[in-house]
């Protein structure tokens, strides 16, 4: 007769039990399975009740012991696997536990248990809750995510992360995203150490345990990304050909898009998903469950897309309904027309975006999104990726310094974004260049704004006093289908403020179904001059021709890095802007000299109006201008004017964006309507916050 399962005896790790820190139970039993990692064999958990009389249940795991990290990176095994139970308690106080266990042939439960939970130090908590537009932990403080990509180690995992943290750390920043790929911290795959379908990889989780309570130790959190979009692809990355769900290596998906919707597939997905719960999911250090990276990419996603948003759906609620600390979960996408209804999904508690352009004002585009992410969904924004790209050249060569992703840090904050743009190319470009350096100003001046308390969100600005250019730069990738018709009037403001224009220009003769020429209607006080510049690549024989009020007035062959320029007289114009040539070339921007002004303005102002942080961004400091042109001259005698400001006494401090200096400070006293900012000579950008004299209490401030 086959035995019931047994719990003999349960372990707990030596106290101190502190708040938001956490408890480790190994467990001694006996059950009946082949694989330890499949739940529908074996299933241990416990239900643990709060000293409020709250109720939680927490699945327990299985695991092979190591050692380390040493100081080498290197984990040693250590001794038998066995099953072990995560809990962080959130409350002071006495806990009560009762453990149970299950296998196929019954079930049991032990006696119940308890321990004593002290405060401890002060502990902000989880990341956990949706506050509007921002995140917060459980203490009510606002958590910013400053940071970048760090997917996956470029050798040891141990050395690389200890290195990457400790330059965030330095910087004051907080976040970042590592992948579940089979080359880094992956627990299931095939080949290359891996043992396939249901078997997880323990040197690899003993490495994430490492990562969860170094980032924890670093005050850091970060967002776990579960799969990518090569895994289930035959064309983009493509891994397909080794992904164990795969029927050719003993899966049960004869193509990618089963691993959706095959009953098998998704109970397997659940059972990781279990998994990673367990094991990781105590760590305050998990910011998000990212469920998928970039998955627009997966073999035919247009086809299969009702049941990818079911997928995410049922993973999504799975995660919520399974996971007792009620972390976020996201997902991801690489073209910004994907996925509305994937983005509406209640699970889903952010959205995300991913942006790759050879674009010198690259920041536009990330500002753009932000707004129409936020626009178009009632939920946080951020972007999880982005990248400058560069036809080729190395990306140290064409932007050493890394002055498009100091600007894009900042403006992707400032557009209202839920925390920085997280830039790419971690390993390559970030580290041996050294631009960790930018965080650190930043991570200043967003500490200091009330973002929570005050209500902040993004304002309308504009700049007097510095004539220049309105400069467009695209945001839509290969085939997302652009607007069509531009509105700009002489103070540059365009009309809709979320029109989208495409990357690619395209031709007359292939991939027509995309072409949508963009149409500008034109207001110039004075004559000007309108610029078209071409991107870093480009199709068969593409051709420029811009028509002038219905008049074709430049015919050009279409080339990358070029400047088509014509003039445009005082009045109100029509210009049109097409490629008649074969195939497609990419655009880099569209300038409107004579309209707008020189200066960005992008503004956080508080729901009452009296706070205000700013960037100010003189758009033509850019890689590409200081590389042809050098850096462009000051802009002297603007005034930045917030419109619907309260009357009152302010303080304003500008700050130098790079050094995080304090550069000037000034006191005003303010008439109803609109608040008037003389702006110091400006040649890069500069940070500004303005705050009432008086009084000091913020809601009291707020109410006027």
């Not at 002489?490 to 029109?499: F, I, N, R, V, Y």
Request: net charge negative; proline share 8%.
């Amino acid at each position: 007769m086959a035995q019931s399962p047994l719990i003999h005896q349960i372990h707990l790790s030596a106290g101190p039990y502190l708040r938001y820190e956490k408890v480790e139970f190994t467990i001694d039993l006996s059950a009946q399975y082949s694989n330890p990692y499949d739940y529908n064999q074996v299933r241990l958990w416990a239900t643990f009740v709060s000293p409020a009389g709250d109720s939680l249940s927490v699945d327990g795991f299985y695991l092979e012991p190591f050692q380390g990290p040493d100081a080498s990176g290197t984990l040693t095994p250590a001794g038998p696997g066995g099953f072990r139970l995560r809990f962080t308690p959130d409350q002071a106080g006495l806990w009560t536990y009762t453990f149970s266990l299950s296998d196929a042939h019954g079930s049991t439960q032990a006696p119940p248990g308890s321990f004593s939970c002290q405060a401890g130090p002060p502990s902000p908590g989880f990341v956990r809750q949706v506050a509007g537009r921002y995140l917060q932990r459980d203490d009510g403080s606002p958590f910013v995510p400053l940071g970048l990509n760090l997917a996956w180690p470029a050798s040891n995992p141990a050395l690389d992360y200890r290195r990457w943290l400790d330059s965030l750390q330095a910087r004051d920043a907080n976040a970042f995203r590592v992948w579940n790929c089979d080359w880094g911290l992956s627990l299931e795959w095939l080949g290359g150490g891996y043992a396939g379908l249901g078997q997880y990889r323990q040197d690899k989780a003993a490495y994430l345990d490492w990562l969860f309570e170094q980032a924890a130790s670093q005050d850091m959190a970060f967002l776990l990304c579960l799969h990518h979009h090569g895994q289930l692809s035959t064309q983009v990355n493509p891994q397909w050909h080794q992904n164990p769900y795969n029927a050719a290596n003993g899966g049960m998906c004869a193509q990618p898009s089963d691993f959706f919707t095959h009953p098998q597939a998704r109970a397997w997905t659940r059972n990781r998903l279990r998994y990673l719960l367990a094991r990781y999911g105590y760590a305050r250090s998990l910011l998000a469950w990212e469920l998928g990276n970039e998955l627009d990419f997966v073999d035919g996603y247009d086809i299969h897309q009702p049941a990818i948003v079911a997928w995410h759906d049922e993973m999504g609620r799975f995660l919520k309904e399974h996971d007792p600390y009620g972390h976020l979960v996201t997902t991801s996408f690489a073209h910004s027309s994907y996925d509305p209804d994937v983005w509406s999904l209640p699970v889903i508690d952010f959205t995300q975006s991913h942006h790759y352009a050879p674009q010198p004002n690259l920041e536009r585009r990330l500002a753009q999104s932000v707004r129409t992410y936020r626009d178009d969904y009632p939920k946080p924004t951020l972007v999880g990726e982005f990248g400058l790209e560069t036809g080729g050249a190395t990306l140290a060569s064409v932007d050493p310094d890394g002055i498009h992703l100091h600007n894009s840090l900042w403006a992707s904050v400032y557009a209202g974004g839920m925390g920085a743009a997280f830039s790419w190319w971690w390993d390559t470009y970030v580290e041996p260049q050294g631009l960790f350096r930018h965080l650190g100003p930043l991570a200043a001046r967003v500490g200091s704004l009330p973002l929570l308390a005050a209500g902040m969100q993004p304002a309308p600005a504009r700049v007097q006093g510095a004539p220049g250019e309105t400069l467009l730069v695209p945001s839509l990738g290969w085939g997302e289908l652009a607007d069509t018709v531009f509105l700009l009037d002489a103070e540059g403001t365009l009309s809709p403020p979320d029109a989208a224009l495409s990357t690619y220009l395209y031709g007359a003769v292939w991939n027509t179904q995309y072409r949508r020429p963009p149409v500008f209607q034109l207001d110039y006080p004075a004559a000007g001059t309108f610029s078209l510049q071409t991107g870093a690549t480009q199709g068969q024989d593409p051709e420029i021709t811009i028509f002038l009020d219905g008049l074709p007035v430049l015919q050009q062959p279409g080339q990358v890095h070029q400047t088509y320029t014509l003039p445009i007289p005082a009045g109100g114009h029509s210009l049109r802007v097409e490629n008649t040539g074969t195939d497609w070339i990419t655009v880099a921007s569209y300038t409107f000299a004579g309209l707008g002004s020189a200066i960005d303005p992008y503004v956080l102002r508080s729901a009452g109006g009296r706070w205000v942080g700013a960037w100010l961004f003189h758009h033509r400091y850019t890689h590409a201008q200081l590389q042809s042109q050098g850096s462009p001259p000051a802009q002297v005698g603007a005034v930045l004017e917030l419109p619907g400001s309260p009357a009152g006494a302010y303080e304003v401090r500008w700050y130098d964006c790079l050094s995080g200096a304090e550069q000037q400070r000034d006191t005003l006293v303010s008439p109803a309507d609109t608040l008037r900012l003389p702006i110091p000579a400006l040649v890069w950008d500069l940070a500004l916050e303005v705050t009432p004299l008086y009084p000091t209490d913020l809601a009291a401030t707020e109410q006027g």
